[in-house]
């Protein structure tokens, strides 16, 4: 028989927390999403140390990029002068030269273009794979917690639209913003080599370029963060919807799920169109200046020339009016700029707070390996609790020996899943100490202990591909000779055999195609292919029907022999045999011992099994 220590101390009376006051869906939002601030180049630093991981385009791209800034105002400078030269005063032969000479200029530049975009092109998609790359990563080493805690919808589009937006910031925000200051600078100094006043003209209206871009920074970034939140709601309301699909049709909830996905995306339309409204109105204003500037430079430039106290060279002012567009166009693309920016840093900061976030727990640097596990299980005095100051667990103490079965009873809620979660260190206690063969959990290798044990559960998941696709997950390296044996040690190649293409057989998304017994019976036969030392069993028959039951208990029993097993049941007569009962209440262990003993003591495992009696579930 198996050793139980007694539990220390006497139950205490159980509490129940103070529920916490239910957080709007909004107010949830605000939680979880970061502020966003206005053209942070701390992120921007942060960002561009995936570009450096790409010399061989970052480098021949900063290459393109001065080389396009100096190639603009240089072809509108040459234009220029060739109607003040030889269009104005020249000879046929010097305009075919000039001609010949601007053309090859315009084909360089255009070759230095088409370099620029697609070396853009090929930084911004290598910076996209490596943050997906990590992303994936990051959510690998999480623990069960964060996901529980974590709308799948948000962890998708950190995948989709935020890497997206980043390869916006990283391959055209940034570089064309580059070509557009230097653009701007370059056509400035030639143009004060022409006539100075006139630039004095165009650098006094930068209070009116401050002032418009300083209000609409605030109002571009409020909006972008609003309407990037409502892209995270609709992403996460519409993968919650398609995998809860079952539940909608079965309560018939379609026309309502309808309307609120309406309401929705409707409200998405409205921040959407809040953006567009904001920067529809930035680039305008900006334009509507440049004008004016346009209008000055006109009006000044031709007093000065029909002046004959001045009589400036029109010339010069052919000149200007020709590079001005350099230094005006270039304002209203950094304006667009701004708002690619903007939306770049927001999906940055939800990308790098994921990739930032720790682990609820680490396991130390001296951490070792389990060694093949004998099978020897003990909890002492071990608390736990999901939330801090809220315990779900109190004073558990027991001791499974090699090779034998504990069954874990209870009614919903009274800590029978914990228990399992903290044997497979999915989370760590909050007092006391869990030990696998003398070794304390914290000390182990979570993965040494992960491919020792094996985990079968009421609704196991499966993933898209063949019945021996998803056997062979229990151990990857497996043949088919020895994926076959494993069902066959369960006495159910009948079973396999029965589905439209034995093997073969596709099982479907999350395993749709399959019965619910099918289901179960892979997962029995990955869990048996893996040979695990440890086992739990989560509510492992509860959803079939009393047939297909009866059949997997036969290849249950086979699946346990010889193993130190961990039992969850409703149906109490799926634990009768185990050689340990442990009755739960409100996380405290009540009562232990055999079926016979617990039956014969008339306490609570009686009075439940009464109630199963009756209810012919026993």
Known sequence: MMSIKSAKGKPAAATVANAAPLLTYTQREKEIEPEVRPIDFAMYRRMFTYARAYPAFL??????????AIQLPLLNTIFSKILNGPVTRGTIA????????????????????????????LLGEGVVHDLRRDIFGKLQTLTLSFFHKTKLGRLISRITSDSEVVRAGVQDAVFVSIVCGGQAMIALVIMAFYDKALVLIVLATAPGYYLVYRYFRAKLTRAHRANQESFSRVTATLAESVTGMRITQSYVRQDINAEMWRNLVTD?????????????TFGPLLELISAFVIAAVFIIGGYRVLNPAIHADVGHIIVFYFLISDVLGPVAMLSNNYATAIQSMAGAERIFKLLDRTPDFTEPADAIDLPAIRGRVEFRDLGFAYTPGTPVLHNINFLAEPGQTVALVGHTGSGKTSIINLLAKFYLPTEGQLLIDGVEIRKLRGDSLHQQLG????????FSGTVMDNIRMGKPGANDQQVIAAVRGLDCLDMVASMADGFNTQV????????LGERQLVCFARAMLADPRLMILDEATSAVDTLTELRLQRALLLLLKGRTSFVVAHRLSTIRHADVLLVLDHGRIIERGTHELLLANGGTYSNLYRQFIRAGMA
């Open 59 to 68: 480098t021949p791209l900063l290459v393109c990029v001065v080389l396009r």
């Open 94 to 121: 010097t305009l075919l030269w000039a001609s010949t000479g601007y053309l090859a200029m315009v084909i360089f530049t255009q070759y230095t273009m088409y370099h620029r975009s697609s070396l853009a092109g």
């Open 268 to 280: 998405h339309q409205r921040y959407n169109m809040a953006t567009v409204k904001a920067a529809g």
């Open 455 to 462: 985990i079968v559960l009421q609704q196991n998941f499966l």
């Open 508 to 515: 479907g998304e999350r395993g749709a195609t399959l019965s």
